[in-house]
T-cell receptor, first 113, second 114 residues
Framework: QKEVEQDPGPLSVPEGAIVSLNCTYSNSAFQYFMWYRQYSRKGPELLMYTYSSGNKEDGRFTAQVDKSSKYISLFIRDSQPSDSATYLCAMSGRRGSNYKLTFGKGTLLTVNP | DTGVSQNPRHKITKRGQNVTFRCDPISEHNRLYWYRQTLGQGPEFLTYFQNEAQLEKSRLLSDRFSAERPKGSFSTLEIQRTEQGDSAMYLC????????????FGSGTRLTVV
């Protein structure tokens, strides 16, 4: 079993839809949780980050972490064609080992106009 | 500062040849990381530097791979005797020490071994 599992999709939604992206993980040492967006032929770009459990909102994006279930989510409201990209969840451990990110496979999202 | 710069963007090489990639991090960042990403997978950690010291190497980094960061500035990743399985995107990132969220990735070098 991989440390981080993410459904690779692909996921196709109409413009304006609410998108839900999810990851599960097995390593209880993970404390820092991130979502990256990666456009084709580009490097990953940090979108959202959360420490430990809880919710965080930034504009149309909401990140949720449920450490008891080892489950993290990213919600995108009012999705736009420009949101079409691969979304990668990433996590790292406690201070002192938080330099190394473990990524999911990524979910390919297409938002259709 | 224009972010993390990687060169070349794309490299095609014949099996058995040596290749070298370069990464220029954000100037004030003292940590530099190399990751490898194959098609349909997330990036996988290869190695990282704090200033000029290489502090950890993944088991993915075979003896054919070597990375350097002279003087704690730019870094190079060399692959000797390339194999078809080395074909991947090689990503460089940089951050400040202790800032867990602070990775900035470059656009990567796509290696194709034919």
């Amino acid at each position: 079993q991989k440390e981080v599992e993410q459904d690779p999709g692909p996921l196709s939604v109409p413009e304006g839809a609410i998108v839900s992206l999810n990851c599960t993980y097995s390593n209880s040492a993970f404390q820092y949780f991130m979502w990256y967006r990666q456009y084709s032929r580009k490097g990953p770009e940090l979108l959202m980050y959360t420490y430990s459990s809880g919710n965080k909102e930034d504009g149309r994006f909401t990140a949720q972490v449920d450490k008891s279930s080892k489950y993290i989510s990213l919600f995108i409201r009012d999705s736009q064609p420009s949101d079409s990209a691969t979304y990668l969840c990433a996590m790292s451990g406690r201070r002192g080992s938080n330099y190394k990110l473990t990524f999911g496979k990524g979910t390919l999202l297409t938002v259709n106009p | 500062d224009t972010g993390v710069s990687q060169n070349p963007r794309h490299k095609i090489t014949k099996r058995g040849q040596n290749v070298t990639f370069r990464c220029d991090p954000i100037s004030e960042h003292n940590r530099l990381y190399w990751y490898r990403q194959t098609l349909g997978q997330g990036p996988e950690f290869l190695t990282y530097f704090q200033n000029e010291a290489q502090l950890e190497k993944s088991r993915l980094l075979s003896d054919r791979f070597s990375a350097e960061r002279p003087k704690g500035s730019f870094s190079t990743l060399e692959i000797q005797r390339t194999e078809q399985g080395d074909s991947a995107m090689y990503l460089c990132a940089s951050s400040l020490v202790g800032y867990a969220y602070g990775y900035t990735f470059g656009s990567g070098t796509r290696l194709t071994v034919v």
